[in-house]
């Protein structure tokens, strides 16, 4: 007697593990569409025609940029201190400014509603948003010291 009633409790763990695996498993196999598409749409980045490659911050900031970028956005920048290109966003984002000493590839929101490209190195209290990493600190001044530039961001 004692022999099925061990069988019975062997049979009972082994289909409540069985239960157990398969829902984590259920739940690890149903994707988050919300994470899923966030994850699939990537901001893209060019000075004029040039793409560049961008490490973005993780911040509200970043993110109220992306829906600007949903529909293209484009921004006319002018060089300012021999170290940076400065233009206008047209509207304000969210700030999380911090006194920060910034270096050639740095993207950062300046008072809200500027958008700061760095090929040089200035302090300030700035919002980042993100960092050229695929530029020389060289690459990067030829493309933004001599001028004005056009910056583009388009979400993919």
Not at 26 to 39: F, G, K, Q, R
Not at 97 to 105: L, W
């Amino acid at each position: 007697m004692r022999k099925p009633i061990l069988s019975l409790i062997l049979l009972c763990v082994i289909a409540a593990l069985c239960i157990g695996c398969g829902r984590v498993q259920n739940t690890a196999a149903v994707p988050d569409s919300e994470a899923e598409s966030e994850e699939a749409e990537t901001m893209r980045m060019k000075i004029g025609e040039i793409d560049v490659e961008v490490a973005w911050e993780d911040n509200e900031a970043v993110a109220a940029l992306k829906e600007l970028a949903r529909e293209g956005l484009r921004v006319e920048t002018s060089p300012y201190g021999g170290f940076e290109q400065v233009g206008s966003l047209g509207q304000s984002l969210p700030r999380e400014d911090r006194q920060m000493t910034t270096e050639a590839g740095d993207i950062v929101l300046y008072s809200g509603n500027q958008l700061v490209v760095f090929y040089g190195s200035n302090s300030w209290a700035y919002t980042r948003l993100g960092r050229i990493v695929d530029k020389s600190a060289s690459e990067l001044r030829e493309l933004l010291g001599n001028g004005g530039a056009v910056i583009t961001f388009t979400l993919e």
